[in-house]
């Protein structure tokens, strides 16, 4: 059991209405990092507390918590929610409308749909895929997911492969920074040919 809520001592950060599916995400976490900065996050996850001393801090504690989550609604969404009672019900609710599961739908198409782009730099599209995958439940196939057929470079897919199946993302990205690292090196050596510069920044 956490202590008491605490006033931040800096200013709190904005958080913009949820009004649908789309916002959904960034409004989690930006709520989150509201209700940490307060000291009210407890109560989204925590048992009521089995002695009496506790109960009035829990009810005060749930009550601020309920409180930011309803101010953080749209006016449309408002009155779907306005009806539970406790902060962790409230929490919950939004979170069985438009959480996990629908992402992991979205972003495992997403996924499987990701072709390598090469006016993009590699870091960053690899950064998108692992996202992608990480929602989507598909973490551990990163390595069918980098493939000539979706564009890939031929020499990342080699170097993926050669280290076998279910790699670790950890490993894919250390193959991936070393290509772009030779890469810059390169770009530094005035007599090399044209076309091997920024093949991995996106130029």
């Not at 019900?89 to 198409?109: C, I, N, P, R």
Request: hydrophobic share 40%; aromatic share 6%; net charge negative.
């Amino acid at each position: 059991m956490s202590s008491s809520a605490i006033t931040p001592a800096l200013p709190l950060l904005p958080v913009s209405p949820l009004d649908g599916e789309s916002d959904y995400l960034r409004w989690k976490e930006s709520v989150l990092l509201r209700l940490h900065t307060l000291g009210l996050a407890h109560v989204l996850s925590e048992e009521e507390p089995e002695r009496p001393a506790g109960e009035m801090q829990r009810a005060r504690d749930d009550a601020l918590c309920r409180g930011h989550i309803l101010a953080t609604l749209s006016d449309r969404l408002l009155p779907v929610y306005a009806h539970h009672a406790t902060a962790s019900a409230f929490w919950q609710a939004v979170g069985l409308t438009y959480g996990v599961d629908t992402e992991m739908v979205v972003s495992s198409a997403k996924a499987s749909a990701l072709r390598y782009d090469e006016g993009k730099p590699l870091l960053e599209q690899l950064a998108l895929l692992e996202a992608l995958a990480t929602v989507g439940k598909h973490l551990g196939c990163m390595d069918l997911y980098i493939d000539e057929t979706r564009g890939f470079p031929s020499e990342l897919v080699r170097k993926v492969r050669k280290r076998g199946p279910n790699l670790r993302m950890d490993e894919i990205w250390k193959i991936a920074r070393k290509l772009v690292e030779g890469d810059r090196s390169i770009e530094i050596d005035d007599d090399s040919p044209p076309l091997k510069r920024g093949r991995w920044h996106g130029e």
